[in-house]
């Protein structure tokens, strides 16, 4: 049964999660004006970095300067990604223009967790709980958690909607421990697995588990799969997902290399307001800003959006 939101939230992750991936260099002040131009969208959240090391993430050995040389757009909240202590304390040094919010980020699959966090299950877990704590000392609000691989592994093969529900409960468990309320999930399809009835299967298995944690998705294209797959969760009323301009992206971590990265942000905001789901999104200019990300990077990239681009114009010819 379809139960369609009347608006969904945009989390635009090009910026952070397409350049870490991209052999590159990509220069800083492309970086920087990608993500101005992003801000004049209409989108409303927008991932412009990681804080992490550049020897295991060299495209962004650069985080400190593109956040200290983006123009901060008044309606949009920038966040950035962040793994120990020490990400924390360079996001805190940009608190006047980063909205800091801390996630417990966990895997599904143990052997991804290992190839993307070089930790095992329970030792990942453990830093997670150290890190809420250090987020709750902090003052960051931790509400969140991310789970990667949610719904399958290049390394683990199928997962099941059990191993998501348990890690979820390891999630909010963690939350507990550090003296916070964990109120919201990110199903993370990083290798793309999905299929619309597996979203179902999954989403019903978690909101079953945890009838009061709004579920979010954070889709992957990397088998052509990812737009129905948005649609599937669309019709369940799922209001919160992240995509990347231009379809930019893919786990760096995933050892799948060349797939698809995010579901393109364009392709998303298309559907929607062609289903009369309101975005606040400029859909020609969310384009532009696709095609300048296409241009930096140097090669074509996944969106069918991008070269067909929007209906308005269209539209207003036959009108």
């Known amino acids: 049964m379809s139960d369609l939101p009347q608006r969904i939230i945009i989390t635009e992750e090009g ?8 052999p590159g260099p990509i220069r800083t002040e492309d970086k920087i004006r990608f993500i101005d131009l992003l801000s004049n969208t209409g989108l409303s959240r927008i991932q412009v970095c990681s804080f992490v090391s550049p020897r295991l993430v060299p ?8 956040v200290a040389g983006f123009t901060p757009n008044d309606s949009v909240d920038y966040t950035a990604l962040w793994f120990n202590q020490r990400g924390i304390d360079r996001a805190l040094t940009f608190q006047n223009k980063l909205t ?17 966090l070089n930790r095992d299950r329970a030792t990942n877990l453990e830093k997670m709980r150290e890190q809420t704590k250090a987020h709750v000392s902090a003052d960051i609000p931790t509400h969140h958690i991310t789970l990667m691989a ?6 683990a093969g199928d997962i099941s909607p059990e191993q998501v529900v348990a890690t979820v409960r390891d999630g909010v468990d963690a939350g507990l421990a550090a ?8 199903l993370c399809d990083t290798m793309g697995w999905a299929n619309p009835s597996l979203i179902q299967r999954v989403i019903g298995a978690v ?4 009838p009061t944690l709004q579920v979010e998705l954070h889709l ?3 088998r052509g799969l990812g737009i129905a797959n948005a649609h599937a969760g669309l019709q369940l009323g799922v209001t919160h997902f992240d995509t990347a301009a231009g379809g930019l ?7 799948h290399k060349g797939a698809p990265g995010n579901i393109a942000t364009e392709e998303l905001v298309l559907l929607a307001e062609e289903l009369g789901i309101h975005t606040g999104v400029d859909l020609d200019a969310l384009i532009d800003a696709g095609q300048f990300a296409e241009s930096i990077v140097g090669h074509t990239l996944p969106s069918a959006t991008l070269k067909g681009g929007s209906l308005n114009s269209l539209r207003q010819n036959v009108s």
């Open 15 to 22: 910026p952070r999660e397409g350049f870490q991936i991209e």
């Open 59 to 66: 495209g962004w050995a650069d985080a400190d300067a593109v």
């Open 100 to 116: 800091l919010e801390g996630s417990v980020h966990l895997s599904a699959s143990e052997p991804f967790s290992i190839s993307n």
């Open 150 to 155: 949610a719904f399958g592994c290049n390394f």
């Open 179 to 186: 003296g916070t309320s964990i109120t919201s999930v990110s």
């Open 207 to 210: 909101r079953d588990a945890f």
């Open 220 to 222: 992957h294209d990397t």
């Open 249 to 255: 992206g893919g786990c760096p971590f995933a050892k």
